[in-house]
């Protein structure tokens, strides 16, 4: 998965940075990326993140609000649904919350609540949920990080696809894969270093070393002319 890769792209890019004297401040990237791990070591790099969340995630069940002082949620009915244990589920690292059978016995709300073969409701949600929070929070208030993101790195992998023979890669192992991905983005980086390269500055004394050498007075003085009012 994609989110498995990030905090090593984002190691090999800090250290080449630094060789130019740069340092990230802040990570944009697609939702492929996202998960509590990625959010929690990214903040530990002092790098704030613009990911947005993958679609399985949801800050809590409706109706019950957490309290996170003392680390635990409050239902619908008032009562403490408790923080219990973390256990490792799929991969992810995950806090459970239930509570007590006597608040569940005699609840109005219970029909709706748990399911038959439920005596107590339980909540599993994943342990990184106030990184979820503070990086939805961001993106939140940065809407226009996201369509910066999609104008200027999306189009880059279209590039590669159509144009530059990246749609395929035709080799047999990673290292001749590596060679063909080095490859186009040479190509596309030489593209667009050929689009901005500066144009020759045009002076005065260029101009004036250009028209020396021709002989007919009358060509160099309106030329002259028209450099003077191009100038004002």
Not at 95 to 100: G, I, K, L, M, V
Request: charged content about 30%.
């Amino acid at each position: 998965k994609d989110n498995q890769y990030l905090q090593d792209l984002v190691a090999n890019t800090k250290k080449n940075l630094r060789k130019s004297g740069l340092e990230i401040e802040k990570l944009l990237a697609d939702a492929g990326y996202s998960s509590g791990e990625n959010y929690a070591w990214l903040e530990e790099q002092n790098i704030k993140s613009y990911i947005p969340p993958h679609g399985t995630y949801k800050g809590g069940p409706d109706g019950f609000e957490f309290i996170e002082v003392d680390n635990y949620w409050r239902c619908p009915n008032h009562k403490k649904v408790l923080f219990k244990k973390q256990v490792v589920e799929r991969g992810t690292l995950k806090n459970h919350y239930r509570t007590s059978v006597e608040d569940c016995r005699n609840c109005p709300l219970k029909e709706n609540c748990l399911s038959k073969s439920q005596y107590s409701k339980k909540i599993s949600i994943t342990a990184f949920r106030s990184e979820y929070e503070r990086n939805n929070e961001r993106l939140a208030k940065n809407k226009y990080r996201v369509a910066k993101r999609m104008s200027t790195v999306e189009p880059v992998f279209g590039t590669l696809i159509n144009f530059l023979g990246m749609r395929k890669v035709n080799t047999i192992g990673l290292q001749q894969a590596n060679k063909c991905m080095l490859m186009a983005a040479t190509a596309f980086n030489l593209k667009k270093l050929l689009k901005y390269a500066r144009k020759p500055r045009i002076t005065m004394s260029n101009i004036m070393e250009i028209l020396e050498k021709s002989t007919k007075n009358g060509l160099k003085d309106l030329f002259l002319y028209f450099f003077h009012k191009l100038t004002l």
